[in-house]
């Protein structure tokens, strides 16, 4: 069974501090993705990587970096929180070359 | 993404009944479709998935349909449970710069709710 663990299910964070959200998965998945939920918009990629130390921006990259130092790991940065990143935060992960994707449970992200 | 859609955003079912719901897609070119469900403090779950090569696959009480022609896609769950209540996503598959990664566009979902 795969599975893709985020590291906190709730999360409150005051405007202006670094964030750092992990996620890890036991699959040996080479893609890692990191994206975004808020009602109405749907999910909205962040940023993704394909392999360690690779990473590429998806759609809305600004105000975040990622970092990918093992396969397993991937980590999202808010370097300086904002209210508008307050969201639910979702990982996900999948093999080389193929659509399905595994998804974490999500971490809900609140900056005051 | 904007290129995939669902037609309503809130769906209400009597248990027992059959659910259908459905979803647009403007890329012709997209070549597969996945399904996912998501329950509410969860995250997305995988339900089903069809390419383009096929106009129907069935699963454990659900069935995909894909309607190339109109660039639809639906999918039905049959004698709906109250576990299936949820938000569903439809996606398809997306070209990513970079090499390597595969990616997805997700539809904004549907929340399927089921009367008792």
């Known amino acids: 069974d795969v599975k893709v663990t985020q590291s906190s299910r709730y999360l409150v964070k005051r405007t202006g501090e670094k964030v750092f959200l992990e996620c890890v998965q036991d699959m040996d998945h080479e893609n890692m993705f990191w994206y975004r939920q808020d009602p109405g918009l749907g999910l909205r990629l962040i940023y993704f990587?394909?392999?360690?130390?690779?990473?590429e921006k998806g759609d809305i990259p600004e105000g975040y970096s990622v970092s990918r130092e093992k396969k397993e790991r991937f980590s999202l940065i808010l370097e300086s929180a904002s209210t508008n990143q307050t969201s639910m935060y979702l990982c996900?992960?999948?093999?080389?070359?193929?659509?399905?994707?595994?998804f974490g449970p999500g971490t809900r992200l609140t900056v005051t | 993404g904007e290129s995939v859609g669902l037609h309503l955003p809130t769906l209400s079912v009597q248990e027992g009944d059959n659910s259908i719901i459905n979803c647009a897609y403007s890329?012709?070119?997209?070549?597969?479709f996945i399904w996912y469900k998501q329950e509410s403090g969860k995250g997305p779950q995988f339900i089903i998935d069809?390419?383009?090569?096929?106009d129907k696959r069935q699963g454990q009480r659900v069935t995909v349909l894909l309607n190339k022609t109109v660039k639809h896609l639906s999918l039905q769950i049959a004698a709906t449970q109250p576990g299936d209540s949820a938000v569903y996503f439809c996606a398809e598959d997306s070209p990513l710069s970079g090499g390597g990664a595969d990616g997805l566009t997700f539809g904004k979902g549907t929340h399927l709710i089921i009367q008792p």
């Open positions: 069809i390419r383009s090569n096929m």
């Open positions: 890329n012709s070119a997209s070549d597969y």
């Open positions: 990587s394909y392999d360690v130390k690779m990473k």
């Open positions: 996900a992960s999948s093999f080389l070359n193929t659509y399905e994707q595994y």
